[in-house]
């Protein structure tokens, strides 16, 4: 029903940037919720931040101040900004939409790798 495309993820140096996005295509075109997650070996994947249909932004304290969730909802994308980057940021970084009683989604994920 819903089909996610992440791009933007690969290999930087510590204190550079990234830009992650998402494209959400298929028969649901709404999405109460629009978030990444990230795993890193050996850990749980965790929440990094999400951003509901009205705008409201929330992030994991890990990221705050580093990363800026947006998205536009006439694309259906939702991106994650990542500035300051560090080698704990390393991780494979996870789409997730949730169209409430239609379902939640995952994207295939991206490989996000901070270092020298």
């Known amino acids: 029903q819903v089909q996610l495309v992440e791009s933007g993820g690969g290999l930087v140096q510590p204190g550079g940037s990234l830009r992650l996005s998402c494209a959400a295509s298929?028969?649901?075109?709404?999405?109460?919720?629009m978030g990444w997650y990230r795993q890193a070996p050996g850990k749980q994947r965790e929440s990094v931040a999400f951003i509901t249909s009205g705008g409201i932004t929330n992030y994991a304290n890990s990221v705050k101040g580093r990363f800026t969730i947006s998205r536009d909802n006439a694309k259906n994308t939702v991106y994650l900004q990542m500035n300051s980057l560090q080698p704990e940021d390393t991780a494979v970084y996870y789409c997730n939409v949730d169209a409430l009683h239609a379902g939640n989604y995952w994207g295939q994920g991206t490989q996000v790798t901070v270092s020298l």
């Open positions: 298929g028969i649901i075109r709404s999405f109460a919720l």
